[in-house]
C-alpha cells in the first residue's frame, strides 16, 4: 500500500470514528421506535431481519454499526451518489433523525450476518487470492488488508462477507467511476476489471459468519 | 342484460410522480416500469400511500400523539393520453347511409386526470383521480382508493399489516396487476368496437359503485380482505326530489343489497424472482331498473345475481438490465337472470360467462419493452342477452354467443420514467361469436382489429 493509500485510509477511519454510533446510550423507546421502522418499512427491500432477498439490496444483518450509521448520514446529506444511493436512499434517509439512525445501525448490527451462497466454480479461487493477495503488479491491493481475513469488516470497515455478488460488483464499479466517491476505493477498483470483480464478489458472497 | 365487456375499455391503470415525490424515491422503488407493481410498490400501498419523507408541517398534543402531519407540498400529479386508433375495416355509418364512418381516430386527449396520491394523516393516504374522457366529453371521478392502514409487529419480528379501504371500483385497492383494475392492458383504446359480454367484476362496475373493505397482510407474504359494495352513481338523480338519491327504479342496474368482495393472495419472493397466486370474487345482485313513466320499472322483486370468483397469478423477474412479468387470470361468473329471463331480457335464466387473460411483459433497462397477451371470453349461447342485429351493426352477435378471443401485441419505450409511447395491436380470432360473419352482415372479427398509438405522460 503506498503512503497515500495509507494516508487515505487513515482520514477514512477517523472520520468513520466521528460519526461512530453511540448504541450504549440508546434508550428503549429509541430501539423499539428503529425496530419498527426497521419491520415495518426497511424489510420490505432490506428482507428480513435485514437478510434481503433481492440482490440489488445490500444484506444489512450483522453488518457494522458505525459503517451503517456512517451510511444513512451520507445519504441523508445527499454525498453518497451511486444510482441506487441516489433513487432510493436520498429519499428514505431524508428525514432519519440522529436518534432513529444509531437506533436502526443497532438494530442492524445485533442480527445474525448472513450464511455464505456457494456459486461461482472457479472464479472463486482467482476471488480468493485477489482478496486475500491483492494483484500488487497491477495496482490492486488486498481486500482482508482491510476488511479482515473472513471478511468480517471492523468498526471502520463494512463487513463484506454473505453480502450479494450484485450489489458489491455495483459497489466496486460506483467507486471505480467516482459515482460513489471515496478515494480509498476508487483506488483499489480503478485498476480493476469486470471479471475480477465478479471473482472477488462471489468469493465475498460465499462466505458465512465464522469464515 | 349483457353489460359491455371491460377487454377493450378505457384504461385506468396508473401511476403517480406524487408518491416518488413524497418518498423522495425514483419510481422504480414502486415498479418495474409504470404502472405495474413491484413489492416494496405492493407493500407502499399496503401501508396506505403514508411512507413520506418530506418535511412535515406537525401537530401533536401533550401526550405526544400525532394530530397532524402535513407535507410542504400537496401529493398533486398531472395525466395525459394522447392516442391515435386505427381499425382494421370500417363501421358501417351510424345513420344508415350507404358509406362507412372514418376508420382512424384521434383523441387529443384520450384521457386529462388530475390526482392526488399520497398521505392525508399519518395512517391515511389517498389515490383519487378526477378524469376528463373525450368520449364521455365531462370531468368525472375516476378510480379512487382513500385507505386507513397500521402494522403491528410481533415478538418474532414478524408484521401484520392491516388496514381499511374505501373505493369505488372492485380489484382497484388491490396490490397485484393480475386483477381487473389495474391490469393489463394499462391502456387502451377508446374508439375501437368493444365486445358485447364482460364479467361484472372486470370494470364493468367502475366508479358505479363503492365499497369498504378490510385487509391484513401477513409476514409481506398471506393477504386477505373482506369487503362491501353497494350502488354509487355519478349522475343519477331521483326523480320525485331532483336530489342525488334515493334511487328508484329509473335508474339502471341498481344493487339490491350489499354485494360482499373478497381476495386471498399468497406471495413468495426469492432472488430476484417473485411469485403470486391468489383468488379473487364478488357476489352483485342487481335490479335491472331503467324505468320511464311509460315503461316502470321497480327496484324490489326479481332481480339478476351474478356470482364472480376468479383465480389470478403474476410472476416477476426483477433485474436491473432486464424485468419481466407474467400474469394471468381466470374469471367465472354465474348469472341468475330471473328479472331479465321474467322481462324477456334473455332467453335462459341461468347463463355462464368466463373471461381468461394471460399476458407476458419483458422490459429491457426499462426503456425498451413488448408486451405480448392472450384474451378469451367463453360463455352460454342466449340469442336475447346477445341479441343478433335487424340492421348492420358491430356490438352484436348473429349466433347468440359471447365468444371472444384474440392476442394483444405491444411495444413500448420509456424515453424517461413518467413518460411513455405505446404501440399497440389487436387482433381478434373470434368476436361475439364467430371469426366470420359474426354480426350476420358479414363483417369478420378481425375487421375490429385496432391499431392504436399512445402518448402518455404522467407529471
Known amino acids: 500500500m503506498s503512503q497515500r493509500h495509507l494516508s487515505i485510509l487513515l482520514g477514512l477511519a477517523a472520520s468513520v470514528l466521528l460519526v461512530s454510533a453511540h448504541a450504549d446510550d440508546l434508550d428503549a423507546a429509541t430501539r423499539a421506535a428503529a425496530r419498527k421502522v426497521a419491520i415495518g418499512t426497511c424489510e420490505n427491500c432490506h428482507g428480513p431481519e435485514g437478510h434481503s432477498i433481492l440482490p440489488k439490496y ?17 445519504f441523508k446529506a445527499q454525498t453518497r451518489g451511486d444510482p441506487d444511493a441516489l433513487g432510493y ?33 472457479p472464479a472463486l479461487a482467482h476471488g480468493k487470492d485477489l482478496y486475500l493477495n491483492g494483484d500488487p503488479a497491477n495496482g490492486i491491493p488486498a481486500c482482508a488488508t482491510c ?42 477498483a480503478q485498476g480493476m476489471k469486470s471479471e475480477e470483480m465478479e471473482a472477488v464478489a462471489l468469493y465475498l458472497q460465499s462466505l458465512g459468519p465464522k469464515a | 342484460m349483457a353489460a359491455l365487456a371491460a377487454l377493450l375499455a378505457t384504461p385506468m391503470a396508473h401511476a403517480v410522480p406524487s408518491f416518488a415525490r413524497q418518498t423522495g424515491m425514483t419510481c422504480e422503488a414502486c415498479h418495474t416500469v409504470y404502472p405495474e407493481l413491484n413489492h416494496f410498490g405492493r407493500m407502499f400501498k399496503a401501508n396506505g400511500y403514508t411512507l413520506d419523507n418530506l418535511k412535515q408541517v406537525r401537530g401533536i398534543t401533550a401526550k405526544k400523539d400525532e394530530m397532524l402531519s402535513l407535507a410542504d407540498l400537496p401529493p398533486l400529479s398531472a395525466m395525459i393520453q394522447v392516442s391515435y386508433t386505427q381499425l382494421a375495416k370500417p363501421l358501417p355509418d351510424g345513420t344508415g347511409a350507404p358509406g362507412h364512418s372514418q376508420s382512424g381516430t384521434v383523441d387529443f386527449p384520450q384521457q386529462f386526470s388530475i390526482f392526488y396520491a399520497g398521505k392525508i394523516a399519518p395512517h391515511v393516504g389517498a389515490f383519487l383521480q378526477i378524469t376528463y374522457g373525450n368520449d364521455s366529453g365531462t370531468i368525472g371521478i375516476d378510480n379512487t382508493d382513500i385507505r386507513y392502514a397500521n402494522n403491528f409487529i410481533f415478538e418474532n419480528d414478524k408484521s401484520l399489516v392491516y388496514g381499511l379501504t374505501i373505493n369505488n371500483n372492485p380489484t382497484v385497492q388491490d396490490l397485484w396487476n393480475s ?6 392492458p394499462y391502456a387502451g383504446t377508446n374508439a375501437g368496437v368493444s365486445p358485447i359480454a364482460g364479467t361484472q367484476i372486470d370494470g364493468t362496475l367502475a366508479q358505479d359503485v363503492a365499497g369498504i373493505s378490510a385487509y391484513a397482510m401477513w409476514n409481506e407474504q398471506l393477504y386477505a380482505e373482506l369487503g362491501v359494495y353497494r350502488s354509487a352513481k355519478q349522475g343519477a338523480v331521483n326523480p320525485v326530489s331532483g336530489a342525488a338519491g334515493p334511487l328508484d327504479g329509473t335508474t339502471s342496474n341498481v344493487l339490491r343489497s350489499s354485494a360482499p368482495y373478497f381476495r386471498l393472495a399468497y406471495e413468495y419472493n426469492w432472488g430476484r424472482n417473485s411469485l403470486e397466486v391468489g383468488t379473487y370474487g364478488a357476489t352483485f345482485k342487481l335490479y335491472p331498473g331503467g324505468g320511464t313513466t311509460t315503461a316502470p320499472a321497480l327496484l324490489s322483486g326479481p332481480f339478476n345475481e351474478f356470482r364472480d370468483v376468479a383465480e389470478d397469478f403474476q410472476y416477476q423477474f426483477i433485474a436491473d438490465e432486464h424485468v419481466f412479468s407474467l400474469t394471468g387470470t381466470r374469471i367465472h361468473e354465474n348469472m341468475n337472470l330471473d328479472a331479465s329471463y321474467a322481462a324477456g331480457a334473455s332467453a335462459n335464466s341461468r347463463d355462464t360467462l368466463t373471461t381468461t387473460r394471460v399476458n407476458a411483459n419483458y ?27 335487424v340492421a348492420p351493426g358491430v356490438v352484436t352477435s348473429a349466433n347468440g354467443s359471447p365468444e371472444t378471443t384474440g392476442w394483444v401485441g405491444e411495444l413500448n419505450y420509456v424515453p424517461w420514467l413518467n413518460m411513455k409511447l405505446s404501440l399497440q395491436y389487436t387482433h381478434f380470432g373470434k368476436f361475439n361469436g364467430a371469426s366470420t360473419n359474426y354480426d350476420g352482415f358479414n363483417r369478420n372479427a378481425s375487421a375490429n382489429d385496432t391499431t392504436y398509438l399512445l402518448f402518455w405522460l404522467v407529471y
Open chain 1, 58 to 74: 445490500p444484506v444489512l444483518a450483522g453488518q457494522h454499526a458505525n459503517y451503517l450509521a456512517a451510511q444513512m448520514h451520507a
Open chain 1, 89 to 121: 436512499m436520498w429519499g428514505m434517509a431524508a428525514t432519519l433523525d440522529d436518534d432513529l439512525i444509531t437506533g436502526l445501525a443497532d438494530y442492524y448490527s445485533r442480527q445474525k450476518p448472513e450464511a455464505g451462497k456457494l456459486v461461482g466454480g
Open chain 1, 147 to 188: 476488511h479482515g481475513p473472513g471478511a468480517e469488516g471492523s468498526d471502520a470497515f463494512p463487513r463484506l462477507a454473505g453480502q450479494h455478488s450484485q450489489y458489491l460488483i455495483k459497489q466496486l464499479k460506483s467507486f471505480q467511476s467516482n459515482l460513489r466517491n471515496v478515494a480509498v476505493m476508487h483506488g483499489v
Open chain 2, 363 to 389: 422490459y429491457y433497462q426499462r426503456k425498451y419493452g413488448g408486451t405480448l397477451a392472450h384474451f378469451a371470453t367463453t360463455g352460454s349461447i342466449d340469442n336475447v342477452l346477445y341479441p343478433a342485429p
Open chain 2, 179 to 184: 386483477t381487473p383494475a389495474f391490469g393489463f
